[in-house]
């Protein structure tokens, strides 16, 4: 009996051992993902997860190191260390105190401070246009009332010839519907072919518009905010091309005058758009159509 009990006394203990050592330390915590998975999201995702498991010391550091969001996004993670260490496994454990740093890729504030300039420079203009208005009331007031009539009865007199005048002397936008050289243009599949230096030849200085697509962008010379960016008529696609090599040379994102329902912050290669803009030449030792931007759609 006295054996019986001492058995029975044994497994108890043994039961309450396996208990103690199967509670969970709260200081303890295991990472849900590795860190190579964590690379390449969101800062901001992981910093909810990374909370939510019970990490409290967590700081961020940033690379503003961005051109365009070609390969990386903008707030994309680059590398995450856990208590000093870079690379870990999914279910590895750390103290909850652990030190987490979060290094994470964003655009340079160059492009903000560019933007804002255009604002205010805009902003100043408009101020610039309301007070000529203004003076332009005042001395219209000073006019008097016959010379008001007389000018509003000139200006009814004349406004119909006035429109005329104006859509005659306006040059047309140039498009496949209403031109069929540009038409041609847009369909050759050689960028030295001779229809390409006559059209720029006969249309310099003309406006056309056409769909078209972005093949290519990178950064004007050592420049952050300012880019070069190279073209293919109609719609992306990585095994055909249509038209010559179309460029605009040296411009920001203001110079593009974006438009459309869907305005992004930054292109990338492979976005179709529906280009307006001014031929400038063509260029026979590189094979490309200059343009000068007049207004750009996003399709």
């Known amino acids: 009996m006295k054996k019986l009990m001492f058995i029975l006394s044994l497994t108890i203990v043994a039961v309450l051992s396996v208990a103690c050592a199967d509670e969970a330390d709260p200081n303890i915590l295991k990472v849900s993902k ?3 998975e964590i690379i390449g999201e969101n800062y901001e995702t992981v910093i909810t997860e990374l909370k939510a498991v019970g990490f409290t010391d967590i700081e961020t550091k940033v690379l503003d190191d961005l051109i365009t969001e070609w390969l990386t996004k903008d707030g994309e993670i680059e590398q995450v260390e856990i208590d000093g ?3 870990f496994n999914a ?4 103290q909850k105190d652990s030190k987490v740093i979060i290094t994470y890729h964003i655009f340079p504030e160059e492009e903000k401070a560019d ?14 246009l309301n007070k000529e208005d203004k003076v332009e009331e005042t001395a219209n007031e000073e006019l008097g009332d016959d010379e ?3 000018q509003a009865n000139n200006e009814v007199a004349g406004e119909e010839v006035t429109e005329k005048t104006k859509a005659e002397s306006s040059p047309q936008v140039l498009t496949i519907k209403n031109n069929e050289e540009l038409a041609a243009l847009l369909a050759v599949k050689d960028e030295y072919d ?3 230096s006559e059209f720029t030849k006969k249309y ?5 518009e056409f769909d078209a697509n972005i093949v290519n962008m990178m950064n004007h010379g050592s420049y952050d905010t300012r880019y070069d960016i190279l073209m293919f008529s109609g ?3 990585e095994t055909t091309f249509s038209g010559p090599n179309f460029k605009f040379e040296d411009v920001n994102m203001n110079n593009l005058n974006l438009t459309g329902s869907n305005i992004p912050d930054y292109l990338r290669m492979g976005q179709n758009l529906r280009i307006t803009a001014i031929v400038e030449e063509f260029d026979e030792d590189m094979g490309i159509v200059f343009l000068d931007p007049v207004i750009t759609e996003i399709r």
């Open 235 to 237: 719609d992306f696609s």
């Open 85 to 87: 260490k870079a690379e």
């Open 91 to 94: 279910k590895d454990s750390f």
């Open 115 to 128: 933007e804002k300039a255009v604002d205010e420079k805009s902003s100043d203009k408009d101020e610039e």
């Open 194 to 196: 001779p229809i390409i």
């Open 148 to 150: 008001t009539d007389k």
């Open 34 to 36: 590795s860190s190579d």
């Open 204 to 208: 310099a200085g003309r406006t056309i």
